[in-house]
């Protein structure tokens, strides 16, 4: 007699790993497509098809050769999304420079450490957007700036930057101009990039990637062209992208949902991306979709439920879409059944990952059951392995609740200069250790349950804010909620929820007791209610539930126990 089936699981061996750099990519998909859109920046007001695209990214890769940039030398970008993200992706990968990923909600300490952790020699900055003046932040850093020329900071804060280059035409005192860094491209230098990217390994490191450091300072996963690029070829395959979708992009190119799964999704298919506007903004969004004919759009539940409940809604044409990704959080089914339903996304698929393993390892299909869709974040990619174990390492049977491991060829190199950080991520067989808490059920379908370090231990109990969230979703007046927990004297921690509530409904804290009465343990009852307009939100629009808890800490008085 056998026990129970492990909770571990191997993904398909199809389609076939991609075995080139991402110049070298680009370089077959533009000769291969040269008339296709590649793409849109609406708000810029520009559209290039790939052959467009690749004569910009090749002058661009010899600019950057001629500032005298080595391979395996860093440079950032500081900036929202923008044509010129997407061409110093392509140009840095041609070259061999590893991109470095800033926040576009960096303020000064926070850029100051990101570009002394990993040593960055140049780096390309906004000047500024809404409220965020990237160029006076970096004065204030670099005050030598006033005094260099382009090319020749020395820096006393900032000791490893040399190279400023500034989007936009503005003359700026020791910065070059990214418009009229084109005119250094030669030919002769344009024969040298063509003879750098014949001598790259698709194993070298290509962009560093920032964690979000919300337990601590933040770690910048180190990834490889094979890794970002199979992920987002892998990516594409799973929400069946060709040369025909255009794929609308409203989230953060900083990020790899933007980056990966937007950039290299599409590239790697011959598809167009869309940037709907700098930053999200719903109504641009909507607008993209339906004046560009956008097949796919992207974004975490928050942004499609802000979409959707703008006043003007049914106004957008939207029936061009198809299929999307959903990412970052749980979507509830009322939102999931209404992207369907009023957004034509029949064929919309939910991902998980994280930025340490390129980031997708599990992902629903086109195909895949509304219910799937909604409770688990589908099954394992191509070419990788998962498993869920208990505290002790060891696989949990399937349907019971472990930490979720991933290993093959989508995880990091390591964290840049952090060797201890990685080998505590990392373990000696290659499985990184996500943190997440994971149940596997017998079909091979994940369902994600909540973080290791956010489950509530009550009274003795361990308690899943996620399998709270979902229970409450199923209240027809609440459009989202958050679950954390908070201090306590006598039971270690007691439970807190956020609400949100749907436009025009109403819901006191009698009413949510009520509804919880009776369908789930009395211990699952969250002893604090909180209704709320909205959430504190990072810049991808994903819910920071330790600013929640502190926000909670502070006006209730409560110590740490």
């Not at 392509?90 to 040593?119: D, F, H, Q, T």
């Not at 395959?237 to 990020?255: K, N, S, W």
């Not at 009520?514 to 991808?540: M, N, Q, S, W």
Request: glycine share 8%.
């Amino acid at each position: 007699m056998t026990g129970p089936a492990l909770s571990v699981a191997e993904g398909a061996a199809e389609p076939p790993l991609l075995d080139e750099t991402i110049g070298q990519a680009f370089d077959r998909v533009a000769a291969c497509w040269p008339d296709r859109p590649a793409l849109v920046s609406r708000h810029q007001d520009i559209r290039w098809n790939y052959a467009e695209l690749k004569a910009r990214v090749d002058t661009y890769a010899a600019a950057f050769l001629a500032l005298g940039l080595a391979p395996g030398e860093r440079i950032g970008i500081w900036a929202h999304n923008c044509a010129e993200w997407m061409i110093t992706q392509y140009a840095s990968a041609k070259l061999g420079l590893i991109l470095v990923n800033l926040n576009p909600a960096y303020r000064r300490a926070e850029v100051e450490y990101a570009l002394n952790k990993v040593g960055c020699r140049a780096l390309v900055v906004m000047p500024q957007h809404a409220s965020s003046n990237y160029i006076e932040m970096l004065q204030t850093l670099a005050p030598e700036l006033e005094e260099c020329a382009p090319g020749r900071l020395i820096s006393r804060r900032l000791p490893e930057l040399r190279t400023v280059i500034r989007l936009g035409d503005t003359p700026t005192p020791g910065m070059f101009n990214f418009d009229a860094l084109a005119e250094q491209a030669t030919d002769s230098l344009r024969a040298r990039v063509d003879s750098r990217a014949a001598e790259l390994n698709p194993r070298d490191p290509i962009n560093i990637q920032f964690t979000s450091g919300t337990t601590g300072r933040p770690k910048g996963a180190t990834l490889t062209h094979h890794n970002i690029l199979n992920n987002g070829y892998l990516v594409g395959a799973g929400i069946g992208a060709t040369e025909t979708d255009r794929i609308a992009v409203p989230v953060p190119l900083y990020h790899c949902f933007g980056m990966v799964m937007g950039n290299l999704a599409a590239l790697t298919h011959g598809a167009a991306v869309v940037y709907p506007a700098a930053s999200f903004e719903t109504a641009a969004t909507l607008d993209a979709v339906a004046a560009e004919g956008c097949t796919a759009l992207y974004g975490v539940p928050t942004m499609f439920i802000a979409e959707m409940e703008r006043p003007d809604f049914a106004d957008y044409d939207l029936s061009s879409l198809r299929t999307g990704i959903m990412a970052g959080s749980p979507c509830p089914r009322a939102v999931m059944q209404r992207v369907i339903d009023e957004m034509h996304m029949n064929e919309v698929t939910i991902a998980y990952g994280m930025t340490e393993t390129s980031p997708v390892s599990c992902q629903t299909a086109v195909d895949d059951a509304l219910e799937a869709r909604v409770a688990t974040v589908g099954r394992v990619h191509p070419h990788l392995e998962i498993k869920v174990v208990d505290l002790d390492g060891e696989t949990v049977p399937r349907g019971e609740p472990g930490e979720y491991c991933t290993r093959g060829y989508s995880v990091m190199r390591g964290y840049w200069d952090d060797c201890e950080r990685t080998r505590e991520a990392i373990d000696r067989n290659g499985w990184m250790h996500t943190g997440d808490l994971a149940v596997m059920d017998e079909a091979g379908y994940c369902r994600i349950i909540g973080r290791l370090k956010d489950m509530v231990i009550r009274g003795g109990e361990n308690l899943y804010p996620r399998e709270i969230e979902e229970f409450l979703y199923g209240h027809p007046a609440i459009v989202d909620v958050q679950i954390v927990g908070v201090p306590d004297a006598t039971y270690g921690e007691e439970l807190c929820a956020w609400v949100q509530l749907a436009a025009g409904q109403s819901l006191d804290e009698a009413g949510l007791r009520a509804f919880c009465d009776g369908e789930i343990a009395h211990f699952k009852i969250p002893r604090y209610i909180r209704f709320v307009d909205g959430f504190p939100l990072t810049v991808t629009g994903k819910v920071q539930k330790y600013r929640i808890r502190e926000q909670m800490i502070e006006e209730l008085g409560l110590a740490p126990v």
